[in-house]
């Protein structure tokens, strides 16, 4: 059934076998690796955690954020001992983000950066639900689908989906480089889609809001266009269309499709 949860714990939605727009990605390049990953723990880095615990401090919602006792570190701060790795994997054990007191202090930072940006603050304290999740039935695949927005925003010509994202460079060449690696068209077509699908109502748009992870931690807003939009709905619904066939034949290539034994290589021109 299609449906919008407001206060799904975190865990349990990543713990959801639902298809995503994370694992589209993979699927869309290999098959086999994204089959392969469902049955691998999940895997956390300090780059998740800084971004779990921004996303918190800005949304007031999300995994808890510990520190790690100064006094388990090594001389250096480093968390290397064996009484702080006892600590953190405790921590994650129970959901919570353990982090050390410096990074805890830029997090802050980076979150009191946000709402001091007039744009990403307003987009943040519209009227809309936090951390709404997702579940849905592609229309064409049949495939049960599911998505996590940061923020559904009320505006005077609807609502508008808003994605936080911390960053090493939220410069407009920067952040323009990351949206095209990391599939963010991709993000926006089927978060649209899904909530369209939802509610019966094409969102207003889809936002980012960008902030730096070294400080000053500056702030931009940006705007994936209509275009965008639908390039990224078109690739998630192909996504949706060849895991059905995949599933269906129980077959899962390396790459996208089959490749002969062999294939040659065309390589560039300009190759030495």
Same mark, same amino acid.
């Given at each position: 059934m299609s449906r919008i949860v407001t206060e799904l714990d975190e865990q349990d939605y990543h713990a959801h076998p639902a298809f995503s727009q994370s694992r589209a990605k993979v699927l869309l390049e290999s098959p086999a690796r994204y089959r392969w990953q469902l049955t691998q723990p999940n895997v956390t880095s300090d780059a998740f955690d800084v971004g779990h615990a921004v996303h918190a401090e800005v949304l007031g919602v999300g995994l808890p954020v510990v520190e790690i006792p100064a006094d388990l570190l090594a001389s250096n701060g480093a968390v290397s001992t064996n009484a702080a790795k006892k600590f953190v994997a405790e921590a994650?054990?129970?959901?919570?983000?353990?982090?050390?007191?410096?990074?805890?202090?830029?997090?802050?930072?980076?979150?009191?950066?946000?709402?001091?940006?007039?744009?990403?603050?307003?987009?943040?304290?519209?009227?809309?639900?936090?951390? %709404?999740s997702m579940f849905w039935t592609d229309p064409g695949s049949?495939?049960?689908?599911?998505?996590?927005?940061?923020?559904?925003?009320?505006?005077?010509?609807?609502?508008?989906?808003?994605?936080?994202?911390?960053?090493?460079?939220? %410069?407009?060449?920067?952040f323009t480089t990351s949206a095209?690696?990391?599939?963010?068209?991709?993000?926006?077509?089927?978060?649209?889609?899904g909530w369209e699908v939802i509610t019966g109502e094409a969102p207003a748009g889809f936002l980012f809001?960008?902030?730096?992870?070294?400080?000053?931690?500056?702030v931009a807003t940006y705007s994936l266009t209509q275009w965008d939009?639908?390039?990224?709905?078109?690739?998630?619904?192909?996504?949706?269309?060849?895991?059905?066939?995949?599933?269906?034949?129980?077959?899962?290539?390396?790459?996208? %499709?089959?490749?002969?034994?062999?294939?040659?290589?065309?390589?560039?021109?300009?190759?030495?």
């Open positions: 994650r054990a129970r959901g919570d983000v353990p982090l050390v007191a410096d990074v805890i202090a830029t997090v802050k930072a980076m979150t009191a950066a946000v709402l001091a940006n007039d744009a990403a603050r307003a987009a943040f304290e519209a009227e809309g639900a936090v951390e %709404s049949g495939v049960e689908c599911r998505g996590r927005i940061d923020k559904a925003a009320a505006t005077d010509v609807g609502v508008s989906l808003v994605d936080l994202k911390t960053t090493a460079d939220g %410069s407009p060449r920067a095209a690696r990391y599939g963010y068209r991709l993000q926006g077509g089927a978060y649209c889609d809001v960008t902030v730096e992870k070294e400080a000053p931690h500056l939009i639908e390039a990224g709905r078109d690739r998630w619904r192909e996504a949706c269309a060849r895991l059905a066939e995949y599933r269906a034949a129980d077959h899962w290539p390396a790459y996208a %499709s089959d490749l002969p034994d062999f294939t040659p290589l065309d390589l560039p021109a300009w190759a030495v």
